[in-house]
């Protein structure tokens, strides 16, 4: 059954072997140790898992092993947008038949300017190419790195031709113009900002969560945000998150959330990336570390 999903999602990161294949038993224990440490669930093979970077038979793989390992299928939200919609409904039913929670879709992404109406003939034809009531379909608005956006209008379009299948949107644009306008015209709809420095104005107006790349390195902290929204705890946690979301957002992201996690957890496979990604330099390493020590943040050790 398609999953009202809330709270914490964390892009989980992809660890890959030296030869650049992925180290599923790293992945497997990553994710484990997220849901363990705060995430109420992970939106694997987002934009930080450098899903855009595996091919389909890895993603699939992957996922397999994940469910086989016993993390539970319907908090997973797999990444499946791609340029085919053929590779989408492949990714998709896949998914569904592992029982995930939902799936994230980006829009496809290579063929641009497109039409709203286009965009919703991909979407439209996924939903029913699929065919299932099972199926929870969450949108993936990140136009600074697809070059193409999920305009309002499609939203309208498609939460009201399938109410229960298009339930929601990652809004990784980071332009809090769009997310606010999206939560006063879709009330009804689950919005997730994509940064948790967005949680306490967000969840004002109706927010969900958040799906965050640092969410990888700092569950803790975002879960303790997320369980104190409304109180009056709120804005001194969203400051704590916050401070250490700009400290790692200032160097290149997923390089920079791999490098820590690498360190942190002494996985060499945590710290890899497949090539065009570059590796945090150590000396920018370095400095991450001692000032995001400065700033008061820790691994969990747990």
């Known amino acids: 059954m398609a999953k009202q999903f809330r709270g914490l999602l964390v892009p989980a990161i992809t660890p890959f072997n030296a030869d650049l294949s992925p180290d599923s038993a790293a992945f497997v224990k990553l994710c484990k140790w997220l849901l363990a440490n705060g995430a109420d669930g992970l939106a694997v093979f987002g934009t930080t898992s450098e899903a855009n970077s595996l091919s389909i038979a890895e993603r699939m793989a992957l996922l397999e092993d994940v469910v086989a390992a016993g993390v539970p299928a319907d908090v997973l939200m797999p990444g499946v947008g791609m340029p085919s919609l053929v590779d989408t409904v492949a990714l998709t039913r896949h998914a569904l038949s592992l029982g995930c929670g939902g799936v994230l879709a980006l829009p496809p992404f290579y063929y641009k300017p497109v039409s709203v109406d286009g965009l919703y003939a991909w979407y439209s034809t996924v939903i029913e190419t699929i065919g ?171």
């Open 132 to 302: 299932s009531a099972d199926l929870g379909l969450w949108l993936y608005h990140i136009p600074q790195n697809t070059g193409v956006g999920i305009p309002h209008d499609l939203i309208e379009r498609l939460i009201r031709d399938y109410p229960d299948t298009v339930l929601g949107i990652k809004d990784s644009s980071g332009d809090w113009a769009n997310t606010e306008a999206m939560l006063h015209r879709f009330p009804n709809f689950s919005i997730f900002p994509s940064s948790e420095g967005m949680l306490v104005k967000s969840h004002a107006l109706g927010g969900v969560g958040c799906i965050t790349a640092s969410g990888n390195v700092n569950p803790r902290g975002i879960r303790s945000l997320i369980d104190a929204l409304g109180t009056p705890d709120a804005d001194a946690l969203q400051k704590q998150v916050a401070d250490v979301r700009a400290i790692v957002s200032s160097y290149p992201l997923i390089p920079a959330v791999k490098a820590l996690l690498g360190a942190e957890m002494n996985e060499a496979s945590m710290s890899t990336l497949r090539p065009p990604l570059d590796a945090l330099p150590q000396a920018d390493l370095d400095s991450l570390r001692k000032r995001l020590a400065d700033a008061g943040w820790s691994l969990p050790t747990a």
